[in-house]
């Protein structure tokens, strides 16, 4: 059974920093890529980040580009999210998800076959 787990949500005031954490098991980590998707209350989901099995690609939002770092520690099957700067629209349950094809076309969610919980992140101003 595959599982991805997320962790490191919390809430933090605006212009500060959150890490997630989202550990995998079940599935041959080095296969997949990883994505970060958000949903906020009454919003459509949102593809925040995604990052190739091998490292080499990655996509980021255009609202989070310059202040999200996505990484990947393929040893502990853990991809990260690096937030700062957050912002109170950054505000949303974060999830994680796996896909075994990474498309050119970025973090879709159509395209990622497995899935977290989520951890909520909460910015305020």
């Known amino acids: 059974e595959v599982q991805l787990v997320e962790s490191g949500g919390g809430s933090v005031q605006a212009g500060g920093s959150l890490r997630l954490s989202c550990t995998a098991s079940?599935?041959?980590?080095?296969?997949?890529?990883m994505g970060w998707f958000r949903q906020a209350p009454g919003k459509q989901p949102e593809g925040v980040s995604c990052i190739s099995w091998s490292g080499g690609t990655r996509y980021y939002a255009d609202a989070v580009k310059g202040r999200f770092t996505i990484s990947q520690d393929n040893a502990k099957n853990t991809v990260y999210l690096q937030m700062n700067s957050l912002k109170p629209e950054d505000t949303a349950v974060y999830h994680c998800a796996a896909t075994a094809e990474l498309k050119s076309r970025g973090c879709i969610r159509l395209d990622f076959g497995y899935w977290g919980q989520g951890t909520q992140v909460t910015v305020s101003s």
């Open positions: 079940g599935l041959t980590f080095d296969d997949y890529s």
